[in-house]
C-alpha cells in the first residue's frame, strides 16, 4: 500500500444503482422508482390498488429482470443441486421447475429458489435479488468436487411478468408454443412476439400467470406486444408495491421478512422442502434433521395469518400480544385491496397459533388493536 492509499477513507462510495433492460421504458410511463436490492426499480405506475386489482381480475405486467439467474450445467449438475440445496432436484423432470431453499450448514435459510431443469444436464436456478451474490458464492463453493459449472448469467436474462386471470389469453395471442399444456412450475423454450424465451408458469401473485425469460436487448420489444396485445384485456404494468401486497394475501413468504437465516425452513413451517430421503449428503442435513425433530415434538412459533378489526394497519416488527404478553412478531404487513382489511402474517407462540385463537391482537404505537387469527393463504384463486 502506498502512503497515499493509507490516507483514503475506509468507507466506500455507494455503488450506483443497476438498472433493467426497460429502464427507460418504466420513466416514460411515469413509474415511481426505488431502490431494491441494488437495482433501480419500479414501485408503481400509478395507483398501487388499481394495479393490485388488475392482476385479480384481469392481467398485470411485471419486470423482474432484477431477480437472479444462475445457470448450473454438466455431467454432475444434478448431483451438485441435490448437494448445495435443500430439495431433490435430480427428480425434477426436463422442462419443469421446483421451489426449494439453500441453507447454511446451520439449517439457517440462505434464499429461497426455483429451479428449472431447461436439459439433461442444464439447470436454471433465480435466487432472489437481495440473495443473488450469495447465493452464487455459495453455489460456487459448493461446487468443489463435482464435475458440473456454475455461471452468473444475471446479465444474460431481462425477466417480464404476465399475472392474473386474462394472462393465458393475452400470451396465446403472442405465441404458437403449447400453452394449455404448460403445467404450473414447467417450462418449455418458446418464441412470443417473434423473440426467443424461456416461458415459465410460474410467480409471485397467487394468481395463474407467466414469467418470460428473454435476452435483455429484446425486453422493450416483448414488453411493448404484451401490452398492445393485452390492453383490450385490462392488463396495466405493474410495480413492485402490488406484487408485495399479492402475495402477502397469498401467503407466499418473503425472503428478509418471513424468511431469515436465523430461521430453519421446518421454522418457517415450510418444512416440506427437505427431501432427507434424496441420495448423497447435503449442505444442513444434520441440523435440519434436528429442527424436524423439535417442530414434531415442541412446535416452534407458527406462521400465521392476522385479519385486522380495525382500519390500522401492522407493520414488520410490530409485536403480537394477548393477555398483556408478547407472544409473536409480524413478518410482513399491509392493507388488503381483495379483503378491504390490513391484513399481516406473523410468527406466534404456537399455543396461540389456532385459527380464532380469541384476545390476539397487534401493538401498533402502544395501542392493543384486535386482530383475529386465520389460516394461510388469505386469498386463495378459483381454478
Not at 404484451?226 to 385490462?234: F, H, I, K, N
Not at 427437505?274 to 441440523?287: L, S, T, W
Not at 380495525?310 to 412478531?329: F, S
Not at 381483495?338 to 401498533?364: E, N, R, W
Request: glycine share 12%.
Amino acid at each position: 500500500m502506498s502512503s497515499t492509499e493509507s490516507h483514503q477513507p475506509s468507507h466506500q462510495p455507494p455503488h450506483p444503482l443497476r438498472h433493467t433492460a426497460l429502464d427507460a421504458l418504466h420513466r416514460s410511463l411515469g413509474a415511481t422508482m426505488t431502490d431494491f436490492a441494488g437495482w433501480d426499480m419500479p414501485l408503481r405506475y400509478g395507483s398501487e390498488r388499481d394495479e393490485h386489482l388488475a392482476v385479480r381480475t384481469k392481467a398485470g405486467l411485471f419486470d423482474l429482470s432484477h431477480m437472479g439467474e444462475i445457470t448450473v450445467t454438466g455431467p454432475q449438475a444434478a448431483a451438485l443441486l441435490n448437494h448445495a440445496l435443500v430439495g431433490n432436484i435430480a427428480s425434477v423432470g426436463v422442462g419443469r421447475a421446483r421451489y426449494t431453499m439453500i441453507c447454511q450448514a446451520d439449517g439457517g435459510i440462505l434464499d429461497d429458489l426455483i429451479v428449472y431443469r431447461l436439459a439433461e444436464t442444464e439447470y436454471m436456478v433465480v435466487a432472489n435479488a437481495s440473495n443473488a451474490q450469495v447465493v452464487l458464492d455459495a453455489l460456487s463453493e459448493r461446487a468443489a468436487g463435482f464435475d458440473a459449472e456454475v455461471r452468473d448469467d444475471r446479465d444474460n436474462y431481462a425477466l417480464i411478468a404476465v399475472q392474473g386471470p386474462e394472462s393465458p389469453g393475452i400470451l396465446k395471442s403472442l405465441t404458437d408454443a403449447d400453452l394449455d399444456g404448460l403445467k404450473y412450475y414447467a417450462g418449455l423454450p418458446g418464441t412470443v412476439a417473434g423473440v426467443p424465451a424461456l416461458i415459465a408458469r410460474t410467480g409471485y401473485t397467487g394468481e395463474d400467470g407467466f414469467e418470460l425469460f428473454v435476452a435483455p436487448g429484446d425486453a422493450e420489444k416483448l414488453w411493448q406486444a404484451l401490452t398492445e396485445a393485452g390492453t383490450p384485456a385490462g392488463l396495466i404494468p405493474c410495480g413492485l408495491s402490488c406484487r408485495d401486497t399479492l402475495r402477502l394475501e397469498a401467503g407466499m413468504p418473503l425472503y428478509g421478512n418471513e424468511l431469515t437465516t436465523e430461521l430453519t425452513p421446518f421454522d418457517a413451517g415450510l418444512g416440506r422442502v427437505v427431501k432427507f430421503d434424496k441420495e448423497g449428503d447435503f449442505v444442513g442435513r444434520e441440523a435440519l434433521r434436528a429442527a424436524a425433530e423439535r417442530a414434531a415434538s415442541q412446535p416452534p412459533r407458527v406462521l400465521v395469518g392476522l385479519v385486522a378489526e380495525g382500519r390500522r394497519v401492522p407493520r414488520a416488527g410490530y409485536a403480537v400480544v394477548a393477555g398483556g404478553e408478547v407472544i409473536g412478531e409480524v413478518t410482513s404487513g399491509a392493507p388488503s385491496p381483495t379483503l378491504g382489511k390490513p391484513i399481516a402474517m406473523a410468527y406466534v407462540d404456537a399455543a396461540h397459533a389456532a385459527p380464532g385463537t380469541p384476545g390476539v391482537g397487534v401493538d401498533i404505537r402502544g395501542s392493543h388493536e384486535p386482530y383475529e387469527v386465520v389460516a394461510l393463504p388469505f386469498y386463495k384463486r378459483q381454478k
